[in-house]
């Protein structure tokens, strides 16, 4: 799917209509201190290394593709799942 690279949008900060810059989401580092990490690094010590069983058939085939858009005026970020697709081409 091609989606443009700026898109006239509504920007609740600047509560009005805006052009939004668009982009890719890409997920944050993972803290480590973090209680769930702890958590999740706790269970893969000792020797079987994997808390869960390894999926062996994949029904989804593809990722959800979400895209960040950016405020040019205030610089506000919302984000948008579009969903599943193999391919999202930023134009």
Same mark, same amino acid.
């Given at each position: 799917m091609k989606f443009p690279k700026s898109v006239n949008k509504y920007c609740p900060r600047c509560n009005t209509y805006t052009k939004h810059t668009v982009s890719h989401y890409h997920a944050?580092? +993972? +803290?480590?201190l973090a209680e769930g990490q702890r958590r999740y690094e706790r269970k893969l010590k000792g020797y079987g290394s994997t808390p869960k069983p390894k999926q062996k058939r994949f029904a989804k085939v593809n990722k959800k593709v979400t895209l960040v858009f950016t405020c040019t005026k205030c610089g506000y970020?919302?984000?948008r799942s579009l969903g599943r697709m193999?391919?999202?081409e930023l134009v």
């Open positions: 944050g580092q +993972r +803290r480590t970020k919302t984000v193999k391919k999202v």
